[in-house]
C-alpha cells in the first residue's frame, strides 16, 4: 500500500478540488468513491450543464447558523479564483445567465469534471471508484479507515483524512449521510438536517386546484417573513417547484406559511383604477388575461368575481381581488424529500470546525468540507462556490 498525504473520502466537488489543489502543492492523496466515475452530481447539475458559481457570491447567499464564518473562507478562495482556475486548467471559459450563474460557454458538465480527472493524473493523485469507506476509527497518529473494494477489505492508516462525503441528496447518486455519522460518532454538534432548494406539496382540499394548473409557470415574488425571491414558480401535480420556490423551500419549515405576489411588476389597485377611469367595460377575466394564462385565470374563478364588469367593482371585492393576486397565501404540507432536492440543509456545526482550514478542532488531522457542513448555498451556482472554496481550503493544510 502506498503512503499517502492525505484520503478524501467522495470525489465529489469538494473532494476532486481538494486533490486538484493538494496534487498542485506536491501531495499525493487518495480520493475513495462509492460511484463508478467521479464527479456524478457535477454531471447532472444545472441539467447537464453545471451553473459551476455565482458572480454575486457572499454569504449573505447561504443558510446557516453561522454564515459569518464563511468569510474566513472565501478570503482564501474566491470567485475569481474559480473562474481562473477553470480557465487555467480546463481551458473553460464562463458565460452568464440570470443572476449572476455562471456556465462553460461549452454547456457541458462533463467539461468540469475532466478539469479535475485530467490535473488529478497529471499530479498523479490516487482514486478508487466503486469503493466505500465503511468505518473511519482513531489511532495512535491518525486514522484507520476500512475500506470495501473488489470484495476485499482494506485497513489503511493515514494521518489525514477529508470528509468530503456530500450530505443525504441523492440516493440514486450514491449520497450517504457518513460524514454525518462519523461526525456524531466523534462527538461533534449536528445542526438538523432537512432537504432544501426541494419543491414543495400540497394536500388536503386545496391540493386539486394546484394539480389542474400543473405546468403553469409564473414569474412571481415568494417570500416570508426572513426573505423574498423574484422568480419563476411552477405549478405541479404535487404542488409548487420552480426557482423561487426552491429558493424559500430552504427557509421554509412545516406548518409555516409563506406568500405569492403573482404579479410583482405591477399595482394591480392601479390597473383596476385605470379600467375605472376608461369606462370600466372589461371585466376582471379580461384585465387578468393580459398578465396570466388562460387556465390560470379561469382557475382564479374559485377564489375571485372574474366576470364582474370593473365598472360595477365594489371596494370589497377589489380588495379581496387585489389581496389575492398580490397576497397569495400557501401553506405546504411538506417537501418532495431527498430525492429531489438539490442540496441538504444543516450538518456539521461550524463552530466545530477551523474556520482558517476546516480542521475539526477535536480531532486533528480530521477535516470536512462541502454539503456535510451547516452551510447552504441558494440555487444558482452558490453551492458549488462553497464546495470548491473549502476543497482549496483543506488542501492548503495537508
Given at each position: 500500500m502506498k503512503q499517502f498525504d492525505a484520503i478524501i473520502i467522495g470525489a465529489g466537488a469538494c473532494g476532486l478540488m481538494c486533490a486538484a489543489q493538494a496534487g498542485l502543492r506536491g501531495k499525493k492523496t487518495l480520493v475513495v468513491e462509492r460511484n463508478d466515475k467521479p464527479g456524478a452530481k457535477i454531471l447532472i447539475s444545472g441539467g447537464g450543464r453545471c451553473n459551476y458559481t455565482n458572480l454575486h457570491t457572499t454569504k449573505d447567499n447561504f443558510v446557516s447558523e453561522n454564515p459569518h464564518f464563511l468569510n474566513s473562507i472565501f478570503s482564501q478562495w474566491s470567485v475569481d479564483d474559480t473562474i481562473n482556475f477553470f480557465e487555467n486548467y480546463g481551458g473553460i471559459s464562463g458565460e452568464e445567465k440570470t443572476l449572476g450563474q455562471l456556465f462553460p460557454t461549452t454547456n457541458k458538465a462533463k467539461d468540469i469534471v475532466s478539469t479535475f480527472t485530467k490535473l488529478l493524473f497529471d499530479t498523479q493523485q490516487d482514486i478508487w471508484l466503486n469503493s466505500e469507506v465503511k468505518d473511519l476509527l482513531p489511532v495512535e497518529g491518525g486514522y484507520e479507515l476500512v475500506i470495501h473494494r473488489d470484495n476485499n477489505v482494506?485497513?489503511?492508516f493515514c494521518k489525514k483524512v477529508v470528509l468530503a462525503s456530500g450530505g443525504l441528496p441523492v440516493a440514486k447518486l450514491g449520497a450517504s449521510d457518513?460524514?454525518?455519522?462519523?461526525?456524531?460518532?466523534?462527538?461533534?454538534?449536528?445542526?438538523?438536517?432537512?432537504?432544501?432548494?426541494?419543491p414543495l406539496t400540497i394536500t388536503g382540499k386545496e391540493a386539486d386546484w394546484y394539480a389542474s394548473l400543473a405546468g403553469n409557470s409564473v414569474f412571481a415574488r415568494v417570500y416570508n417573513d426572513k426573505i423574498q425571491f423574484e422568480e419563476n414558480i411552477l405549478f405541479t401535480h404535487w404542488g409548487l417547484s420552480g426557482p423561487a420556490i426552491l429558493q424559500i423551500s430552504s427557509y421554509w419549515r412545516p406548518s409555516e406559511t409563506f406568500t405569492i405576489d403573482l404579479l410583482p411588476t405591477q399595482s394591480l389597485d392601479k390597473l383596476i383604477q385605470q379600467e375605472r377611469n376608461n369606462g370600466g367595460k372589461r371585466t376582471i377575466a379580461q384585465l387578468l388575461h393580459d398578465y396570466f394564462s388562460k387556465k390560470l385565470v379561469e382557475s382564479f374563478g374559485k377564489y375571485l368575481p372574474l366576470d364582474i364588469k370593473i365598472a360595477s367593482l365594489s371596494k370589497s371585492d377589489a380588495k379581496t381581488i387585489i389581496s389575492t393576486i398580490h397576497q397569495f397565501k400557501v401553506k405546504p404540507a411538506g417537501d418532495k424529500g431527498y430525492d429531489k432536492a438539490e442540496v441538504m440543509r444543516g450538518g456539521i456545526d461550524t463552530n466545530e470546525l477551523n474556520a482558517k482550514t476546516l480542521e475539526i478542532k477535536k480531532s486533528p488531522g480530521l477535516y470536512v468540507g462541502g454539503e456535510?457542513?451547516?452551510?447552504?448555498?441558494?440555487?444558482g451556482g452558490y453551492n458549488f462556490q462553497w464546495a470548491w472554496a473549502s476543497g482549496y481550503v483543506i488542501a492548503q493544510d495537508l
Open positions: 482494506f485497513r489503511v457518513f460524514a454525518l455519522k462519523t461526525g456524531r460518532k466523534f462527538g461533534l454538534n449536528i445542526i438538523p438536517t432537512a432537504p432544501a432548494l426541494v456535510a457542513v451547516d452551510i447552504t448555498g441558494w440555487l
